[in-house]
């Protein structure tokens, strides 16, 4: 939820989160509020933007108990790992604008499987160069090593084994 967004106070919760209401800026829906639960949270040793003011955090689980924040915040921290994990295969590793060639379904599965497969060889090797130089594996970079494992390939065809 963007830090301009005014989310009035509807109820103070036991876990620092309150149920509030929004309305879709447009459409039949913008009539009727809908009660949302806001968290409002900082993560521990991250920079970059909307660290200094913090995250936060709409959500329509409303049971605090079921749902605690600050289970909630450490699982939407996963979701965009996986987010970038897509964006990693989709724009990086298969290319901006390239769509799949295959003309029959067996073979829209089949380069999907060779995308993850490569995809998957590419961490491994990510997770392999972080353990020899004591380093945790998200700070190697994706695209780095793909370059790496793209020139390898073309340099000396058959160094890199499937």
């Known amino acids: 939820m963007p ?13 620092g989160s309150w149920l509030s209401q929004i309305r879709a800026s447009s ?6 509020p809908v009660t949302v639960r806001v968290l409002a949270y900082q993560l521990k040793g991250q920079g970059g933007e909307g660290a200094a003011d913090g995250y936060r955090l709409v959500t329509t689980l409303l049971d605090a108990r079921r749902h605690p924040a600050r289970q ?3 699982l939407y921290c996963e979701r965009w790992e996986v987010e970038s994990v897509f964006a990693e295969i989709k724009t990086h590793q298969r290319g901006p604008r ?11 599965r089949q380069q999907i499987w060779a995308h993850l497969l490569v ?7 990510m997770l392999r160069t972080a353990a020899t130089r004591g380093l945790d594996p998200d ?9 790496s494992a793209r020139r390898s390939v073309t340099v000396t065809p058959g160094s890199f084994s499937p």
Do not use: M
């Open 119 to 125: 995809h998957h060889a590419l961490r491994e090797l």
């Open 72 to 74: 909630l915040a450490a």
């Open 139 to 147: 700070r190697v970079s994706f695209t780095e090593t793909l370059r």
């Open 3 to 15: 830090a301009n967004r005014v989310l009035p106070v509807l109820k103070q919760l036991r876990d």
């Open 27 to 32: 459409g039949p829906a913008r009539h009727e």
């Open 98 to 108: 390239v769509v799949l060639s295959s003309k029959t379904p067996d073979g829209v």
